[in-house]
């Protein structure tokens, strides 16, 4: 099992430009959710997907959107990127929504210049 | 919402000390708090969580304790190596929230030989 997956690992945008972070779960998991890291914030939830069809905003789900596609896929969409969203970006799942463990992806390093 | 502060920023140990991390949080209904660990360029892996019915929880070398009074957490590392070396982020969580976890903004930990 590969887990939670992630795409690209890298990536380079200019302000204005779109793009869609890709992520993927082969461990039949119910939730799953967008995380960013910055330096000296910790991982900041962005949105969460407690089941298929469903998704809801985190603590900072602006300028962002997200689809889940199916119960594997979770995509998170950056419309307009802007410098701040420089970070680096996360997928996790868990097996349902609950006092579960969640699992990370190996994380996305994304820049806006 | 919750809020979770972490302490320290950065931990430096001999190889074999122990070291001890704490956390606190604000929302007194959080009753679940996960300890993740955070290699360099990968993403978080749980190392260990205690839930609120307990006050401690051990797993080899390492322990949470858990205090609801004070609504503090902390982790304990006992006889450190060097692959003990990474970053490592409390956080909590609480029934119906979502499996929404709030992220301490971490610790960096050194084992030095």
């Known amino acids: 099992n590969a887990g939670v997956t992630q795409t690209p690992k890298f990536q380079v945008l200019k302000t204005g430009q779109s793009m869609t972070l890709q992520c993927a779960q082969d461990?039949?998991?119910?939730?799953m959710y967008w995380y960013r890291q910055d330096p000296g914030m910790g991982l900041r939830l962005i949105y969460y997907?407690?089941?298929?069809?469903?998704?809801d905003k985190g603590e900072v789900p602006n300028g962002y959107n997200v689809s889940r596609l199916n119960k594997r896929e979770f995509s998170l969409r950056l419309e307009s990127a802007a410098p701040s969203q420089t970070s680096v970006y996360f997928c996790?799942?868990?097996?349902?929504?609950?006092?579960?463990?969640?699992?990370f992806g190996p994380g996305t390093r994304l820049t806006v210049t | 919402g919750e809020n979770v502060e972490q302490h320290p920023s950065t931990l430096s140990v001999q190889e074999g000390d122990s070291a001890v991390i704490k956390c606190t949080y604000s929302?007194?209904?959080?009753?679940?708090f996960p300890w993740y660990k955070q290699e360099l360029g990968k993403g978080p892996q749980l190392i260990i969580d205690?839930?609120?019915?307990?006050g401690e929880k051990k797993d080899q070398r390492i322990a949470v304790t858990l205090n609801k009074t004070a609504k503090h957490f902390s982790l304990h590392i006992t006889e450190t190596q060097p692959e003990d070396s990474a970053v490592y982020f409390c956080?909590?969580?609480?029934?119906?929230?979502?499996?929404?976890?709030?992220f301490g903004t971490g610790t960096q930990l050194k084992v030095e030989l």
């Open positions: 205690i839930r609120s019915n307990v």
């Open positions: 996790a799942s868990s097996r349902r929504e609950g006092l579960y463990e969640q699992y």
């Open positions: 461990m039949n998991h119910n939730s």
């Open positions: 997907s407690a089941s298929e069809g469903t998704t």
């Open positions: 929302d007194s209904a959080s009753n679940y």
């Open positions: 956080a909590a969580s609480r029934t119906g929230g979502g499996n929404k976890l709030t």
